[in-house]
T-cell receptor, first 115, second 113 residues
Framework: KQEVTQIPAALSVPEGENLVLNCSFT??????LQWFRQDPGKGLTSLLL?????REQTSGRLNASLDKSSGRSTLYIAASQPGDSATYLC??????????????FGKGTLLTVNP | DAGVIQSPRHEVTEMGQEVTLRCKPI?????LFWYRQTMMRGLELLIY????????DSGMPEDRFSAKMPNASFSTLKIQPSEPRDSAVYFC???????????FGPGTRLTVT
């Protein structure tokens, strides 16, 4: 059974700092990995999706990397801003087995960026 | 498009009452998912519909939970009778196809007292 772990559970940084959020998964047979952002009282917004054949994806100040063999992904946020404060979740999609609709989520990292 | 729409946004009810949560997926999406989010367990898939047909309900916790999708634009998740341990945020998500990117609604925060 796939398990996804995110460390740390919470992170507080001053504005302007570069930071890294970590995600690890136990089964490397994944189709893709996705990073989401969740604001309080809101749903999940997709940030970046990395296919299993890719090593990284970039969008603006965000860069996500994937090392499938070691079961790890990182989300790098450059020059953090207070508006980046949110919970960040990663989710993996299995490669096959008839259940590739089934995302397995980590519990998230709560990020606070202080002005 | 308005995105995935869920109602109500907040629900407070007493133990033993019936609760019905509603979801309208994005038009044209053929896959619909109900999730539950708690601090202890994180986000868990409850049930998955494809073309209005339930495909995987293995995540439904017990017989008190039921879900329907009578047409492509509407789904319900019902809890009867509700219990305090059902308190959670319930999300609906939809995708264009089974393996496609999932778009989440804003969620329904359920509190059972």
């Amino acid at each position: 059974k796939q398990e996804v772990t995110q460390i740390p559970a919470a992170l507080s940084v001053p504005e302007g700092e570069n930071l890294v959020l970590n995600c690890s998964f136990t089964d490397s047979a994944i189709y893709n990995l996705q990073w989401f952002r969740q604001d309080p009282g809101k749903g999940l917004t997709s940030l970046l999706l990395i296919q299993s054949s890719q090593r990284e994806q970039t969008s603006g100040r965000l860069n996500a990397s994937l090392d499938k063999s070691s079961g790890r992904s990182t989300l790098y946020i450059a020059a953090s801003q207070p508006g980046d404060s949110a919970t960040y979740l990663c989710a993996v999609r299995p490669l096959s087995g008839g259940s590739n609709y089934k995302l397995t989520f980590g519990k998230g990292t709560l990020l606070t960026v202080n002005p | 498009d308005a995105g995935v729409i869920q109602s109500p946004r907040h629900e407070v009810t007493e133990m033993g009452q019936e609760v019905t949560l509603r979801c309208k997926p994005i038009s044209g999406h053929n896959s619909l998912f109900w999730y539950r989010q708690t601090m202890m367990r994180g986000l868990e898939l409850l049930i998955y519909f494809n073309n209005n047909v339930p495909i995987d309900d293995s995540g439904m916790p017990e017989d008190r939970f039921s879900a329907k999708m009578p047409n492509a634009s509407f789904s319900t998740l019902k809890i009867q009778p509700s219990e305090p341990r059902d308190s959670a945020v319930y999300f609906c998500a939809s995708s264009l196809e089974e393996w496609g990117e999932q778009y989440f609604g804003p969620g329904t925060r359920l509190t059972v007292t």
